[in-house]
């Protein structure tokens, strides 16, 4: 397998400081499952190349097998694994290429964050996914992707074109971030890792795609097939990304907040919402109850207080949320008793999530105007077919009372992370569609001062199951 990095930043000789290799020398390398040359075909003013030859033994590579037991006999002998760019060239960049892949370098520090004209060429690369699944992966991040097919076996037109192809990927971009994307997505189009896949590979995923995998349109298809489909590591790392987005919302817009919190505090919805869902949690005999994006657990709280919820279960995509619920509700100084009877959990309303099965009621307070419209059938499925409770109270803005507010902009929303807000016949068409779907029954209540014609400034569905 072949690996070449091309730039025409003049003197193209620079590119040897950032990859720490000298142009002018050959280097090998050891690795644990064969060996790594590192040369360059070119090395000129107008332009260098730098080849890394992997050279994998498969001696080496069945014994490794054989000591993680998994594989047939069979596939030790019949492989594409040392022909192809796969996670043993990942492991190579790291290895051998670590200090370009973090941004370090000592002797020529000002090259690091240079934007070059680079150009990966990889020869060659297995793609589940064909073509296709190419430009997905690396148009988005702005690359300029070619790639060449190969035949199965030229003289049987019959059996179709190979999973491989010879890739060239071209960009204005830094070394660092060029290995960073290599890193990831080679394993994302091959079929299998040649390693365990365990909680570390969380961290290497979130570290290497720092600043673009947030982003990406296909993040959930780069994060199951690198984690290979490890559902629980895949959902605790999609809900640490759509955390980081959430927090630099809040960091941005600092002042979209606090106007949200303004306009409420002033009205005291928020003290009229979290009476209202008590009401309807203590008018019924529900004794489990789970908080659906619980946030810092003002809920919670009142929750606690009461004795007949035995069972008090607090989720939130939010770490940081959820750290300071657990300090507000003084959680380690709980009596035992007291203790036992609430529980704080961190995850995702995009992913089913068994923990969440089983209550007898479920509360949604102002969550789903912070989600993406096209997210939605994923939270319905995850609420409303999967954990099922008898009961769920869901709030949300009623979009229609913000003409009521002073210096509100009109078509804007009362938070800066809220993708949408809905008018009061929007919410119940919503609603009573997801109903009729999913085998519930639907009334709606008002939550605050109601105005003429306009509704109250927080609408509630109350679900329950037929």
């Known amino acids: 397998m072949l690996f070449t990095i091309t730039t025409t930043h003049r003197p193209g000789t620079d590119i040897g400081y950032l ?21 360059y075909p070119v090395a000129t003013e107008e332009e260098c190349v730098m080849a890394m030859l992997l050279d994998i033994d498969p001696v080496e590579m069945v014994r490794g ?11 030790h002998y019949i492989n594409d694994r040392p022909y192809v760019a796969s996670s043993f060239l990942s492991v190579a960049i790291a290895q051998v290429l670590g200090s370009a892949l973090k ?18 060429k990889i020869s060659v690369l297995p793609s589940r996914g064909g073509q296709q699944i190419l430009h997905k992966l690396f148009e988005p991040l702005g690359y ?14 019959e059996w179709g074109q190979s999973p491989y192809y010879t890739v060239k990927l071209a960009k204005d971009t830094t070394v660092s971030q060029l290995l960073s994307h290599l890193y990831v997505l080679i394993p994302v189009l091959d079929n299998q890792k040649h390693y365990y896949i365990g ?16 982003d990406h349109p296909e993040r959930e298809l780069i994060t199951k097939r690198y984690l290979k489909y490890r559902m629980s590591l895949a959902h605790e790392a999609l809900a640490r990304l759509n955390e980081e987005n959430i927090s630099e919302i809040e960091d941005d817009q600092p002042t979209r907040s606090s106007f949200e919190e303004e306009l409420e505090h002033k009205i005291k919805l928020n003290d009229e919402r979290l009476g209202a869902v008590l009401a309807v949690l203590k008018n019924t005999n529900c004794r489990r109850v789970v908080d659906l994006g619980c946030g810092e657990g003002k809920l919670l709280s009142i929750l606690l207080k009461e004795k007949q919820f035995e069972n008090i279960l607090g989720m939130d995509v939010s770490i940081r949320s959820l750290e300071i619920a657990s300090r507000k509700l003084r959680l380690e100084d709980l009596p035992p008793m007291k203790r036992k009877r609430i529980e704080l959990i961190h995850g995702s309303l995009m992913y089913r999530d068994r923990r969440i099965e089983g209550y007898d009621a479920a509360t949604v307070m102002e969550v789903i105007e912070h989600l993406d419209p096209p997210r939605l059938a994923a939270f319905e499925r995850v609420l409303f077919e999967f954990a099922r409770p008898e009961m769920i109270v869901l709030t949300t803005p009623n979009i229609e009372y913000n003409i009521v507010w002073e210096n509100f ?25 997801i109903a009729l779907k999913f085998g519930y029954e639907v009334r709606f209540l008002p939550v605050g001062k109601e105005e003429k014609n306009i509704g109250s400034p927080t609408q509630m569905g109350i679900f329950t199951r037929n």
Do not use: I
């Open 199 to 214: 909680k570390a590979e969380v961290e290497k995923l979130l570290r290497h795609g720092k600043g673009w995998l947030k």
């Open 19 to 39: 990859l720490h290799k000298n142009p002018a020398r050959c280097q090998s390398f050891e690795l644990t499952f064969g060996n790594a040359h590192v040369f």
């Open 409 to 433: 902009e009109p078509g804007s929303f009362r938070h800066g992370d809220h993708r949408f807000e809905w008018t009061r016949q929007e919410f119940q068409g919503w609603a009573n569609a």
């Open 65 to 75: 097998k054989r000591r993680a037991k998994s594989g047939s006999n069979l596939d």
């Open 144 to 157: 300029e992707v070619s790639a060449v097919g190969y035949r199965l076996d030229e003289r049987f037109s």
């Open 103 to 120: 941004g370090q370098c000592k002797e020529r520090p000002d090259l690091v964050n240079k934007t070059m004209h680079l150009t990966a």
